[in-house]
């Protein structure tokens, strides 16, 4: 198989500074307003790299939930490898693969859990059996077997049978403030357009420069 031989032309329209919104929260909405619109398959997807004091990088796809002003939200067992990577180093990155627009977002900022009550206003909305699973699995430890989750399921389908599931304790969201976030456009003979929304920390507005493909 000649892997090298696989490629294509990005023919969409380009990027113009002029286009661009004035922050990078109004540039991401109207992006996934025309990601959702497109069809793309989990447009809600993103790829999150965090690293532990070490330098070793991990990466996973995890699942937007929210954003505003703040940042953007996911949520997740805090006893995972990623939480436990976020504790010892906040710096994160996501990634935003929008490949049937031609398209990626790249952000990079600073992650920390949010409320209990923000987790609890999300928690209530999962279904039963996602608010469940949540109780039954030690995320990222090693397991004999399946067996041993689908044995905790069940427990906790027994435990709550009045279908009142509460939050777990070790269960909850982090918010990414972002500092920085790239949006990429292909474009035809791999002559993308880059464009670079950053700050600096206390900085109220946000500075855009294209940057070459």
């Given at each position: 198989?000649?892997?090298?031989?696989?490629?294509?032309?990005?023919?969409?329209?380009?990027?113009?500074?002029?286009?661009?919104?004035?922050?990078?929260?109004?540039?991401?909405?109207?992006?996934?307003?025309?990601?959702?619109?497109?069809?793309?398959?989990?447009?809600?997807?993103?790829?999150?790299?965090?690293?532990?004091?070490?330098?070793?990088?991990?990466?996973?796809?995890?699942?937007?939930?929210?954003?505003?002003?703040?940042?953007?939200?996911?949520?997740?067992?805090?006893?995972?490898?990623?939480?436990?990577?976020?504790?010892?180093?906040?710096?994160?990155?996501?990634?935003?693969?929008?490949?049937?627009?031609?398209?990626?977002?790249?952000?990079?900022?600073?992650?920390?859990?949010?409320?209990?009550?923000?987790?609890?206003?999300?928690?209530?909305?999962?279904?039963?059996?996602?608010?469940?699973?949540?109780?039954?699995?030690?995320?990222?430890?090693?397991?004999?077997?399946?067996?041993?989750?689908?044995?905790?399921?069940?427990?906790?389908?027994?435990?709550?049978?009045?279908?009142?599931?509460?939050?777990?304790?070790?269960?909850?969201?982090?918010?990414?403030?972002?500092?920085?976030?790239?949006?990429?456009?292909?474009?035809?003979?791999?002559?993308?357009?880059?464009?670079?929304?950053s700050r600096e920390a206390g900085d109220d507005g946000w500075t855009i420069n294209r940057l070459a493909p």
């Open positions: 198989m000649d892997i090298g031989a696989l490629r294509r032309e990005y023919r969409r329209d380009g990027l113009r500074r002029e286009s661009l919104a004035a922050d990078p929260f109004e540039q991401f909405e109207e992006w996934f307003q025309e990601a959702l619109e497109a069809g793309i398959q989990d447009s809600h997807g993103m790829s999150l790299a965090t690293a532990s004091t070490d330098g070793q990088p991990t990466l996973r796809t995890v699942l937007l939930k929210s954003f505003d002003q703040r940042g953007f939200v996911f949520f997740t067992n805090y006893g995972s490898l990623k939480a436990r990577q976020i504790d010892e180093n906040p710096q994160v990155a996501l990634l935003f693969p929008w490949l049937g627009l031609d398209r990626q977002i790249e952000i990079n900022g600073h992650a920390e859990r949010i409320s209990a009550a923000e987790s609890i206003k999300y928690f209530i909305t999962r279904p039963i059996g996602s608010r469940l699973g949540a109780w039954s699995s030690p995320q990222s430890r090693v397991i004999t077997s399946r067996q041993v989750v689908e044995m905790q399921f069940e427990e906790m389908k027994r435990k709550f049978a009045d279908g009142d599931v509460p939050l777990p304790s070790f269960w909850g969201g982090y918010r990414v403030t972002p500092h920085a976030v790239e949006f990429w456009q292909g474009r035809e003979n791999r002559l993308h357009d880059r464009f670079l929304y």
